[in-house]
């Protein structure tokens, strides 16, 4: 498969940008709360495996967290996501995009800031099966990939 193992993040960044990507995974749920913290239901996703296509995956969260240097913080940055199917083809020709303004933690000025978010995704269909990616982008510069394999069931 290229671009990585299925369910494991291909992470890199641009050599000139100290920013990276933590980490990237899909689960059956997930929330940040008010306080930072992460809760996750049925995370790890790697494959789906399917009877009949086009498929739909009913309810998914994609999970990522960037993490900025205190230099880079206090510019506004876009975070965005593009699905591709197997042939390369976007699932979403629009790419989804949050913005993000990292500030520097006054207590911890030197320690770099995590910009974390959950796209939770509702309906996804998925028109065949195949090698998919979850493209994450800072600034439509590539930060790394997540792989998800699709397969369709074999008659018994």
């Not at 980490?23 to 494959?47: C, H, M, P, Q, R």
């Not at 739909?56 to 965005?80: D, I, M, N, W």
């Not at 600034?139 to 008659?155: F, H, I, S, T, Y």
Request: glycine share 8%; proline share 9%.
């Amino acid at each position: 498969m290229a671009g990585g193992y299925p369910g494991r993040a291909v992470l890199h960044s641009p050599p000139w940008r100290q920013m990276r990507l933590a980490y990237a995974f899909l689960a059956n749920a997930a929330e940040y709360t008010s306080d930072g913290k992460l809760w996750v239901l049925g995370g790890d996703i790697d494959t789906f495996t399917f009877d009949d296509f086009p498929a739909t995956v009913p309810a998914l969260s994609f999970v990522a967290k960037v993490l900025f240097e205190p230099a880079e913080c206090g510019a506004a940055y876009r975070l965005g996501i593009d699905i591709l199917r197997p042939d390369g083809e976007s699932l979403n020709p629009s790419q989804i995009v949050y913005e993000l303004r990292p500030e520097v933690r006054v207590e911890q000025p030197d320690r770099p800031v995590g910009a974390a978010m959950v796209l939770n995704i509702q309906g996804l269909s998925l028109p065949e099966p195949g090698d998919y990616r979850f493209v994450i982008r800072v600034d439509d510069e590539e930060m790394g990939l997540l792989p998800v394999r699709v397969l369709q069931r074999q008659a018994q």
